[in-house]
């Protein structure tokens, strides 16, 4: 189905059609698939888990260095204790696991069962009551102690699912376990990036995409955004309802190096005319040497002053045909600015991606900056894993799509990721848009 048969009318019924019709996926499926399938998908999830921290460990040890303390970090042995600590908490340990997203978020936890390495699981990585900056000082169990923690705590889950009916309120926790621990093993990765940290074996890399085709055109139209119907959905996905879309045209792929360079080198990081006034203040606060460039963090210049990107633990020639990616939200924001275009709304990203063909829209090459605050839906109701959304509501921009280190169960249309502004660690860059002032008027 092309971009021109949403053009015209109302959405609605198309956007239901659309989510049945892509239920095959490993998105669609973490999120409507029965037990057995479920018991599988969080099996692979732990082997993946487990095969990425084994690797930073060597990778750590190889260097001789420590995670640092920054806020965007977790130290990866706590990472692992609290990913098996989530699990158990809303499933084995959870009197109320049955009532799915209407069960009360504080009932009294069964008491955890005797752990080989004795710890106390809830004093350590219940998230919600450990301030981040004491994490990494916390007496935590060893690297065995810990994998043998979670290995009792996923055989607990899974006996579970041996008896789960196919039901979307007995599924729903593990659902939302399986996708948090998807979630987590994404942040080692980009962790892992950011500190140019080789993982052995590990051939995730961004791909090359083609010169860019003609934007996407789109008629006015009401979509209907955000998730509806039977299955999971996280909180901040619901409830769906109606938003009236202008015309506009939207890029069909991200935006590459090759378009981003031309910003940099006619002087756009010093031309205040494309930032926001949040993003002059961001440019204010890099340091930088006296009389250097402001670049993004992914480039620099070797001593011939050839460009050279970051690729994990090694800096390269730059492809040009690659995404434009660790970049922040001013950044995609001025490059827009200075190209006459915009960035699009989560509501205008999700109509393209789901009402184009499958070909026309590329998505899942990187996280995509949009316009859009990630704020509530109209009508929003917290889920009982109460921090997932509501802290952050109104302190950061929506980012839709997925990365190349996305798990396929993640790379869901409608998923809603959020980030701080200022972040370039994570793998994210962005489309542009515009308003077609040559589009037909919405048929009445």
């Keep these: 189905m092309g971009s021109g048969d949403l053009a015209d009318g109302d959405s609605g019924d198309l956007g239901s059609r659309i989510d049945d019709s892509a239920a095959a996926t490993p998105s669609e499926l973490a999120r409507t698939a029965d037990a057995h399938w479920l018991a599988a998908a969080l099996a692979d999830s732990r082997a993946q888990t487990l095969a990425t921290f084994a690797a930073l460990q060597q990778a750590l040890a190889a260097t001789g260095r420590a995670i640092p303390a920054l806020a965007q970090f977790n130290p990866p042995l706590w990472e692992l204790g609290h990913i098996g600590w989530f699990q158990s908490h809303w499933t084995s340990r959870n009197p109320q696991h049955g009532r799915g997203w209407d069960a009360d978020p504080d009932a009294p936890r069964m008491p955890a069962p005797h752990a080989p390495s004795g710890a106390d699981a809830d004093a350590l990585y219940d998230s919600s009551n450990v301030p981040h900056a004491t994490r990494f000082g916390l007496p935590l169990p060893d690297a065995d102690g810990t994998r043998a923690d979670l290995a009792a705590q996923l055989d607990r889950t899974l006996a579970m699912l041996n008896h789960a009916p196919h039901d979307d309120r007995a599924l729903y926790f593990h659902r939302l376990v399986l996708l948090h621990e998807d979630m987590h093993h994404e942040a080692a990765l980009y962790m892992a990036d950011a500190l140019d940290l080789a993982l052995p ?52 792929q991200a935006v590459r190096w090759a378009e981003f360079m031309p910003f940099i080198e006619t002087g756009g990081y010093d031309d205040p005319r494309f930032w926001s006034a949040a993003g002059r203040d961001w440019l204010g606060s890099q340091a930088r040497a006296a009389g250097a460039e402001r670049l993004p963090a992914a480039l620099r210049k070797d001593g011939d002053g050839r460009w050279q990107m970051r690729d994990r633990s090694r800096w390269q020639a730059l492809d040009a045909s690659l995404p434009a990616c660790h970049l922040t939200h001013f950044e995609a924001e001025a490059w827009c600015a200075w190209a006459g275009r915009r960035l699009p709304t989560e509501a205008e990203w999700e109509c393209a991606a789901l009402s184009s063909a499958p070909t026309a829209f590329r998505w899942g090459d990187l996280w ?41 169960r993640l790379r869901h249309p409608r998923y809603r990721n959020y980030f701080t502004p200022e972040r370039c660690d994570i793998h994210a860059g962005f489309r542009s848009c515009a308003p077609d002032r040559e589009a037909p008027a919405r048929a009445r």
């Design 201 to 252: 074996g590990d051939a995730l890399r961004l791909t090359a995409l083609p010169p860019p085709g003609p934007a996407l055109r789109f008629g006015p139209t009401r979509w209907r955004l955000g998730s509806s119907g039977g299955g999971f959905a996280f909180d901040n996905e619901w409830p769906a309802h109606a938003v009236d879309l202008g015309a506009f045209a939207i890029d069909a």
């Design 368 to 408: 995509e900056w949009t316009a859009t605050p990630f704020v509530p839906y109209p009508g929003f109701i917290a889920h009982p894993y109460r921090d997932y959304s509501a802290p952050w509501f109104g302190s950061r921009p929506v980012l839709k799509g997925a990365s190349f280190a996305t798990s396929p």
